[in-house]
């Protein structure tokens, strides 16, 4: 067995009574960690500190797993002595260190806890003078190696490696929040900062081009659930949100439409979090970074709404929080995902009044948030990677890497895009004309779409697939470099 020191921050400086509830919660947490990798360890509190007993040959992917454990600030495997006085601390040491050590600088750091006949100062001069002969020297500024002592009672804790961890509070410590996640850099990063403060995230998603989306969004709630809900297996709840495209196009102001799509989504979401016990809502918002975040679009957006709206990221730069991103895990499926541009305008309003939204509210039909919430399937964070692998299978053959000799290739990109640059014979359309366009030129023909990134290219392509039409989606960075192998 390895024991592996485990240790907190913030939970060490609250009350008797609270301290003492966050470590017993962040003691279930590690335990149920390791077990989901089959690893049935003991965990066991000191002062101001966790220890974990882990099989020998299960220490790495122990560590792996604690070290995502919300509350840990860090970790360090540890080999474990039991001493009598200062010389016993001497020898041990040398027998642990000694060939660390050998053609190297070194520091030795000491902590001590408990009542000693010397102090940490003695300790690390002694081990010191000891392993010096052995080394390169003694660098207190910048050592080759660190070397640590904890010692506590008559057992001494000796070890090389300190492993940051996430920090902040157990999770489950401070009650459960619903998170608006699209799939996105901003979404994911926000729900991993209020999980870091230590509240129960569920997560829901707002599906406006099924199935491909909702893809995008399981690849990424995977990649964050999976990897640091440790304790807690969120419920993801998704809705099928399409029907607001026709009614917003329909019905509502087109430069309004992506804060008049917030007001909804914030609707619908404080209504899902009510039925589960949710203390308020989380989103990726960051103040000024698109046109539904500036600060009176976000007032606007959440007049109305009867519970706390949570925007860790508010501060945030986009740089910043694609670098978190990257640090928990999620960047890459975030790169995947792309807006479905049916409900964005070229030319959005900044500076909604609440008044304006207000109206445009009252031009939607009574009831449409009810036939939203209709809609909505929940399932397990734990459950989202077979549900990927079944809804990945029924889309496999959609995406191609070359456009066949005669077919009608459409650009379903803005305007703008288009005129700066388009495959050769494009034809430039929004989603919602891929029915006419097939209606005017005959569902003989084959169809490839193509876009920004590939999700309202897939999604026209499935919807024109559900009309009897042979069409693919592919890659504008396939149709840049070589011209799609037109006619291979």
């Not at 506590?152 to 070890?159: D, M, S």
């Not at 890459?332 to 939204?357: D, G, H, I, Q, W």
């Not at 692998?389 to 895009?417: C, F, H, M, W």
Request: charged share 25%; hydrophobic share 45%; with cysteine.
């Amino acid at each position: 067995m390895v024991i592996v020191i485990v240790r907190y921050s913030e939970v060490a400086i609250k009350g008797p009574s609270t301290r003492s509830r966050m470590e017993r919660l962040l003691v279930r947490n590690i335990t149920v960690g390791l077990r989901s990798v089959g690893i049935n360890a003991r965990v066991f509190r000191g002062q101001g500190r966790l220890f974990v007993e882990l099989p020998g040959d299960r220490v790495r992917e122990g560590i792996d797993v604690i070290s995502r454990v919300f509350g840990v600030k860090s970790l360090s495997p540890a080999s474990v002595y039991e001493f009598r006085d200062l010389n016993d601390l001497v020898n041990i040491a040398v027998k642990e260190w000694g060939e660390v050590v050998r053609g190297r600088t070194f520091a030795v750091r000491v902590r001590r806890v408990g009542n000693h006949p010397f102090k940490s100062s003695d300790v690390a001069k002694a081990v010191g003078a000891a392993l010096k002969p052995l080394s390169a020297g003694v660098d207190l500024e910048r050592p080759g190696v660190e070397l640590f002592m904890e010692i506590r009672g008559n057992r001494a804790y000796l070890f090389t490696e300190v492993i940051k961890g996430p920090g902040g509070l157990p999770l489950g410590s401070e009650g459960r929040l619903l998170a608006l996640i699209s799939g996105g850099f901003d979404s994911p990063v926000a729900a991993w900062f209020m999980m870091r403060r230590g509240s129960y995230v569920d997560a829901l998603f707002c599906s406006l081009a099924y199935p491909i989306d909702v893809i995008n969004f399981l690849r990424v709630a995977n990649a964050l659930f999976g990897r640091w809900s440790i304790g807690y297996d969120p419920r993801l709840f998704i809705l099928d949100c399409s029907q607001l495209i026709n009614e917003f196009r329909e019905r509502a102001n087109p430069h309004m439409w992506s804060v008049l799509f917030k007001r909804v989504l914030y609707e619908v979401g404080a209504r899902v979090a009510k039925s589960i016990g949710a203390l308020g809502l989380v989103t990726g918002e960051s103040l000024g970074q698109v046109s539904s975040q500036t600060l009176h679009n976000l007032l606007a957006i959440e007049h109305g709404i009867d519970l706390p709206i949570y925007r860790p990221l508010i501060g945030f730069d986009k740089d910043e929080i694609v670098n978190y991103a990257r640090l928990i895990g999620t960047y890459e499926e975030s790169m995947r995902t792309e807006e479905f541009c049916a409900l964005f305008s070229e030319k959005p309003r900044t500076r909604v009044s609440v008044e304006e939204l207000e109206s445009e509210l009252g031009k939607l039909r009574r009831g449409l948030v009810d036939d939203v919430l209709s809609t909505m399937i929940t399932i397990r964070a734990s459950a989202a990677g077979k549900v990927l692998e079944a809804l990945t299978q029924g889309v496999g053959d959609l995406e191609i890497n070359y456009v066949p000799r005669d077919a009608v290739v459409i650009d379903l990109r803005s305007k703008a895009e288009y005129e700066a640059w388009h495959y050769p014979g494009a034809i430039n359309a929004s989603p919602e004309d891929l029915p006419k366009i097939v209606e005017a030129m005959g569902k003989d023909k084959v169809y490839v779409l193509y876009c920004r990134k590939g999700l309202s290219s897939k999604w026209g392509a499935l919807e024109l697939r559900r009309l009897g039409v042979k069409a693919f989606s592919i890659s504008i960075e396939r149709l840049r470099g070589d011209e799609g192998l037109k006619g291979a």
